[in-house]
């Protein structure tokens, strides 16, 4: 890792070493990281600091931060507007005791969503992605009486029993249940007996496989459950014409279809990838952006659905659902995203295709063939001579995965910090001389590999 010079006001007195100093002390009273998944990168970072898309380690090693906590940051680092705005609120009301007290905040948030979104005719709110993804199973099951949900393969909805993980069953014949194998990068031992069996697993952006589906199960099947653009499974995007399709098949069959937004939401648009995309789901999860790094998360949808909550046939739950401090973040991060007619997303879109093109000239120069993929404010990169990838099963299939690997490592030692999953999360705060630097830091990278 270079050891690069802080910025003159910050210059004096670097410890070095810090980093090794904090793993050991770590290792005494900690048994890993707060995430674990198989494929983090090691040694831990230990960060210290932040500002626009840099950020600073314990040891004054500077990095341009393309992970922004894997998307939550979209001001980037220590953002003036957002930052007074959340100080305030701490100061004037931090909490309230959730379901016996609202504040207004929660109201005019609420209604900037059911402004912008397509789908929310009514909103809730959750503290993690992963909570809302369960309080949507509940609220369809609810609502159909079905006993069962439907995923995509590469898509992610979080840490829990029934959604981490499982590959698609490798007969296409089969009851397509998600398959549970220690392979899996997601495998968990402690699984709950049978949580893996809640859902039916099939490839996404393969209608006929959907069709199928939903023409053998539909009876069973509460709620179809997809990232609109797969960037968990490569930055995917959906094919012409797939998300109408499904559209349609999950309303002819009664399946309730769900976007996870929590990746898409508010960071693609104002109105996420259902605006960008021009289909709307009935229900929808937002998370990571939505309160621009505070955490929070919310579920919206259909009226009829939610009554459900109105009438207490539902019960959801959370000491700190719909906190103050989250709502002035979320509210004053739409506040921020609405400003000019979004011309924040146009310029944003620019630099990121900046990068994406400096990226790529950078790989060509060097001997290697890559290529990009997503949506705005977050795409892949892929090593491989391919115009698109539709599935993650087709990016692992055909991308140099351990090519992939090697350069998040030597990127990481130029100063760049690559999202897991090849993935580079672009912020509002983006400058062109991040972009400059960031494709003359990943050339070096990309010589070097
Ligand atoms: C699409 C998607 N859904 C759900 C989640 C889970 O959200 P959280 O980590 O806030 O629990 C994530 C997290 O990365 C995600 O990317």
Redesign the pocket.
Known sequence: MTNRPRPAEASTAVPSNRTAELIARAARVMTSRQSNVRALPEPSIFMERGQGQRTWDVDGNEFLDFAIA??PGIWGHGHREYLDAVYQQFERLMFVQSGACQSELEVELAEKIAEHVPSAERVRFHL??????QMVFRLARAYTGRPLFLRFGG?????LDNVLGGSLNPDPNAIPFAVDTDKDIFFTAGRATGAIAESLMIPWNDIGALERTLQIHGPKISVAIM?PIN??GGGCRPKPGYLEAARDLCRKHGVLLCF????TGFRTTLGGAQQLLGVTPDLT?F??AIAGGV?L?AIAGRSDVFDLFRTNRVVGAGTFNAFPVAMAAGLVTMRMLERDQGAIYARRNALQTRLEDGLKKAAINAGHAMMTQGMPGNFCSHFADKEAFWTSGEVAAAADLPKAIRFRALLREEGILQGLGNRWFVSFALTEQDVDDAIARASKALQRL
């Open positions: 894997m998307g993690s992605g992963s909570e809302a993804v898509h992610y909805h979080g840490w990232e960037s968990n996870d937004e929590i990746i999860i998370g990571k955490p998360a």
